[in-house]
């Protein structure tokens, strides 16, 4: 199963260890959005382009609106904290 996680607060711990808990049996992803994008998952990662900018976050892969739709229907699951 794919799961797409996205996660808008960086200092909630709970989302990405749940993440990487699933990583062991399924395709996991993580989508930073707002100001998630400070958070360092360790598990493939994308970060909203336009949220990244604006707070001058560049160490992820970094991803638009049309992309971010087009993941949402490509996961089987998605889950947003």
């Known amino acids: 199963m794919k799961i797409l996680h996205i ?6 711990a709970t989302p990405l260890e749940i993440a990487k ?6 395709e996991v992803a993580v989508l930073l959005m707002h100001d998630g994008v400070y958070a360092s998952p360790g598990l493939t990662s994308y ?35």
Do not use: C
């Open 7 to 12: 996660i808008r607060n960086p200092n909630d």
């Open 47 to 81: 970060a909203a382009l336009d949220d990244a900018m604006a707070r001058g976050v560049t160490n992820h892969v970094l991803v638009g609106y049309d992309r971010i739709v087009e993941m949402i229907f490509e996961f089987d699951k998605v889950v947003s904290w």
């Open 21 to 26: 808990a699933q990583s062991r049996e399924h």
